[in-house]
């Protein structure tokens, strides 16, 4: 008899999900494909992998020992697989327990090797803890049927809620709060003395810039943390963790290239300074985006991002510095920088999480392997889109994306990003009904930098699920700002938005032509704050929203010409000018309509209709255009409402 067992590893949310910084996010997402290939090539010695298809991943190829040169730098395994084997499921099961807990051991090894075995002594209880934690955290779940008969069983199997991590006393770890701190030791029982000495004594070994002040981890987040750092030993291959970029790097890049065409000197005489009072890792071996190599002077574009803000650098905690007297001086030569390059940096970034629409439907449809043909098509070409839109790939296996990038580009890479998803399945024979099916959905939270990643990670994948995908009916986008306060706005629609009058228009197209308007300035007709701001009140009273809130839409007043409204609001912050600017008239109309074709909802019909998603005219929210707004601006902090 021939079984079909599926896998799945977790917890996934517990592990990426919590993550502080971009090198957690990567490295939890990262080890969990890695672990998962290793789960793979175990099962795969009693049988074949039928779902993802990995024969041709790197990371998978990597782990099964065809190795040339370094090891990939992407996470593109899956933790969910299906194998088909005629041996019995539980050797089968118990071969990818077998791989998958040496290949974590191995990792947790290198990392207690290298960084805590010499310090564990300052620790109470520290050995006990690591030991308890790291055996314990990985659940997987595996279930068996005849071939072709699991559908929905693993979904079952995961109701059962059989794994069940051990009590955790003591104080908790300030990355993954259910998990005590290694050290052991209880602050409030008076051991916050030992507890700071223990942390200096693992700051010590791993650096001020890995394990920064006042944080104290457990097993599982400082795994994450360090493992690249030991990589040699934990995945016997050399991970490169100079050339992973922060949020604030990614967000500051467009700022970075203004600095090399304009502000070289002043940059170079800020570097060099601090150079003298920098502490280990301020500068790195290596500039973290590729498209900056060779950039001058190269140790400017080799910093740690927090040294490129004002308001960071003069923190002891973010920008520590080994003289402090340079502090002031260094804060007046980046000011100096700054000028040169006409402004600071950015302080938000882009998130964007994407994830294929009714997979299991085109499944039951097309069949396992036209449909992993497909995804491993698109996974292939994800990390060269991300690339041409200036952003970093965390993860990309099957149909998930997990990407950074800086303002400017994120949306026009979320909407690439979806045509190559559809263009994936091209190759396969797709029925009318399929075609419809094979659709990504995608989320994009532009974030300030100083919020939680774990928390905008949580946000976007809220976005995904209940907005794209639920709420507005799939193969869609949605789009929020995160500010420091609060959302500032929320923005769905469908990536084609029709209209009732047989127009078919892009909607980041649309976004991008009225943000242009907004970014006008000097003689050019554009669409002011002070316009933007009226015509957001206004409209969310003619909507009934007199307390509005992000991605609220409210239905507009029977008869009422909006883009009649619209104009004459233009016309009317445009009064003097109008006789000054030949063509304004049609500059008018083209705002005018700008605003009308965005300011409308565009769901997704719901159920198997078939017939195409139109825009709701007779709706209105205020979103697109705050949303516009914000990208005119570039992600540079300003009064946006």
Excluded at 86 to 115: G, T
Excluded at 242 to 265: F, K
Excluded at 289 to 301: H, T, V, Y
């Amino acid at each position: 008899m021939t079984w079909e067992i599926e896998f799945s590893i977790g917890p996934v949310q517990g592990f990426v999900a919590q993550s502080r910084r971009t090198r957690d996010l990567w490295g939890s997402s990262y080890l969990l494909s890695y672990l998962a290939a290793h789960a793979m090539q175990g099962a795969a010695a009693h049988g074949a992998i039928v779902r993802p298809r990995v024969a041709a991943d790197p990371l998978y190829q990597w782990v099964c020992g065809h190795r040339d040169g370094q090891p990939p730098r992407i996470g593109s395994v899956p933790n969910h697989f299906a194998v088909e084997s005629d041996a019995d499921p539980a050797r089968v099961a118990e071969s990818a327990l077998v791989a998958f807990r040496n290949a974590w051991q191995r990792v947790c090894d290198a990392v207690w090797n290298r960084y805590l075995e010499r310090v564990s002594h300052l620790g109470d209880g520290t050995a006990e803890i690591w030991k308890r934690q790291v055996e314990r955290f990985w659940e997987i779940t595996w279930v068996a049927a005849a071939k072709g008969e699991t559908s929905g069983l693993l979904a079952r199997r995961k109701h059962w809620r059989t794994h069940r991590l051990p009590e955790e006393p003591g104080d908790k770890c300030t990355v993954m709060p259910d998990f005590q701190e290694l050290s052991g030791h209880i602050r409030a029982a008076g051991g916050a003395a030992a507890q700071e000495a223990f942390w200096d004594a693992v700051r010590r070994r791993a650096g001020e810039l890995n394990v920064r002040d006042r944080e104290r981890l457990c097993a599982p987040a400082l795994v994450k943390r360090l493992f690249a750092t030991v990589s040699q030993d934990a995945i016997r291959g050399e991970l490169d963790v100079d050339h992973w970029p922060s949020t604030l790097y990614v967000g500051a890049l467009p700022w970075l290239h203004q600095v090399r065409e304009q502000a070289a000197t002043q940059a170079k005489a800020y570097v060099e300074r601090l150079r003298t009072a920098a502490v280990r890792g301020t500068i790195r071996n290596h500039v973290p985006l590729a498209e900056l190599e060779g950039a001058e002077p190269a140790d400017f574009f080799k910093l740690d991002a927090n040294y490129y803000h004002h308001a960071f650098l003069a923190s002891f905690r973010l920008a520590p510095l080994t003289d402090e007297a340079a502090r002031s001086t260094l804060v007046a030569l980046l000011r100096e920088v700054c000028q040169a390059a006409g402004g600071g940096p950015p302080v938000y970034y882009a998130l964007l999480l994407a994830d294929g629409d009714r997979l299991g439907e085109l499944v039951a449809q097309l069949g396992s392997e036209p449909v992993g043909r497909a995804l491993s098509a698109f996974g292939a070409q994800v990390p060269q889109v991300v690339r041409e839109h200036h952003g970093v790939t965390v993860y990309a296996g099957g149909d998930d994306v997990l990407a950074m990038l800086p303002v400017p580009d994120a949306l026009r890479c979320a909407d690439r990003l979806a045509a190559a998803y559809t263009e994936s399945f091209n190759t396969e024979p797709l029925t009318g009904e399929t075609t419809r099916l094979a659709t990504l959905s995608a989320a994009v939270v532009f974030a300030h930098v100083r919020m939680p990643l774990g928390g905008v990670l949580a946000h976007a994948r809220t976005l995904l699920e209940d907005v794209a995908k639920d709420t507005n009916g799939r193969d869609s986008l949605a789009v929020a700002v995160l500010k420091p306060g609060g959302p500032h706005c929320q923005w769905v629609t469908t990536w084609t938005r029709r209209y009732p009058d047989g127009r078919a228009l892009s909607a980041i197209d649309l976004l991008d032509q009225l943000s242009g308007r907004m970014r006008a300035d000097g003689d050019e007709p554009g669409f002011s704050s002070s316009l933007l701001h009226h015509t957001c009140d206004t409209l969310s009273l003619l909507c009934g929203m007199r307390e509005w809130s992000p991605g609220q839409v409210g239905d507009l007043p029977a008869g009422l010409d909006l883009k009649a409204y619209i104009r004459a609001e233009v016309v009317d912050s445009w009064e003097g000018r109008l006789d000054a600017e030949p063509g304004s008239a049609d500059d008018i109309d083209t705002i005018a309509q700008l605003v009308v074709d965005l300011v409308s909802p565009a769901p997704n019909p719901p159920g198997d209709s078939g017939s195409p998603p139109t825009v709701d005219t007779a709706r209105a929210g205020v979103d697109a255009l705050l949303l516009a707004r914000f990208v005119a601006a570039g992600g540079r902090e300003e009064d946006h409402r």
